[in-house]
């Protein structure tokens, strides 16, 4: 509970993965409205559509354990804002790379 208090209190936004996102996300956004919603976002305005695999969706080791304790959590966890997280879009041709990067750059 500290770690996601803490979290939300003071933002660690993701800029180390600016020089990856430059290089190879097609599209790219903050996840302010909470993940749900701006997947929506970029998926209408792209035109696709998508599906999601909610227990594939990485979280901290604090809120699994969260949602390990109260599974019910696991619909706000997915729908609610301020996450100070990327959500962004890449070919899967560059995924690897894209990957490696993030990693390099400490980004899991």
Known sequence: ???L???YMHPQPRLALTPALRRHASG???VSDGFAGDLAKLLAASGASGEVEAEAVPLSAAARAALAARP???DRILTGGDDYEILCTVPDERSADFMAE???SGIA
Do not use: F, G, K, P
Request: charged residues 25%.
């Open 1 to 3: 509970r500290v770690h």
């Open 5 to 7: 208090i803490d979290r």
């Open 28 to 30: 790219a956004m903050d």
């Open 72 to 74: 019910a959590l696991l």
């Open 102 to 104: 993030a990693a390099a």
